[in-house]
Structure formats: structure tokens, C-alpha cells
């Protein structure tokens, strides 16, 4: 069965940085598409970024376009999203997820999830 394990949230200061990572295993991803979403308390979950596991393709939201970078490492399986220039805004607990086939913004349509790792951003 799919696993993803996230790693590398923390508490950083407004303009800093951190590295996420989410290590993926229990099968083949060439054909997937692994995203990050957040949620900040009291708030629905959103669309951060995604990453075509084969072609390497992004997609990123407005909101956070410029600031952050979703890569991936096939060989180790592992999506990681830098994260530079950060907001208080950007304070959430991240997800990554993955699905097969489409991309999409919609967390409902992924049916894979991590369990989450927590960022704070302090101004």
C-alpha cells in the first residue's frame, strides 16, 4: 500500500526557509502526480504545489509562485517543496498526496495522504 511520510517543518522567522520532504514507497509512481497542500487552522485545505512524478512537470499556486519550489528525487522516491521567503501567511500543517494520471488542485480527487508536518512562520 502507498506511504508517504512527510519531514522538515519547523519554526522559522518571516524570510526564512525551510525544505520539505515526503518520502513515498508502496509502489511505482511513473505515472503520478505528487502534490503539496496545507491547512491553516480554522481554514480549508489548499493547493500548494504539484509535480509530474515522470516529466518533472510543476504547477504551483498564486499564492505562492516565486517562493517556492517543488522538486523530486526518483531514485529516492522523495518530493521535497523549498520553501523561501516566508510569510506569516504560510503558517499551516503541509500535506503531501499523490494520485495517478491528472493533476488537479482539488484535494478531494487524491486518495494517498501523508500525515502532515507543522510550519510556523513568526513575524
Known amino acids: 500500500q502507498v506511504q508517504l511520510v512527510e519531514s522538515g517543518g519547523g519554526l522559522v522567522q518571516a524570510g526564512g526557509s525551510l525544505r520539505l520532504s515526503c518520502a513515498a514507497s508502496?509502489?511505482?509512481?511513473?505515472?503520478?502526480?505528487m502534490a503539496w497542500f496545507r491547512q491553516a487552522p480554522g481554514k480549508e485545505r489548499e493547493f500548494v504545489a504539484a509535480?509530474?512524478?515522470?516529466?518533472?512537470?510543476?504547477y504551483y499556486a498564486d499564492s505562492v509562485k516565486g517562493r517556492f519550489t517543488i522538486s523530486r528525487d526518483n531514485a529516492k522516491n522523495t518530493v521535497y517543496l523549498q520553501m523561501n521567503s516566508l510569510k506569516p501567511e504560510d503558517t499551516a500543517v503541509y500535506y503531501c498526496?499523490?494520485?495517478?494520471?491528472?493533476?488537479?488542485?482539488?484535494?478531494?480527487?487524491?486518495?494517498?495522504w501523508g500525515q502532515g508536518t507543522q510550519v510556523t512562520v513568526s513575524s
Open positions: 509535480i509530474s512524478w515522470s516529466a518533472g512537470t510543476t
Open positions: 498526496a499523490v494520485r495517478p494520471l491528472i493533476p488537479t488542485t482539488n484535494p478531494t480527487q487524491y486518495p494517498y
Open positions: 508502496g509502489r511505482t509512481f511513473s505515472n503520478y502526480y
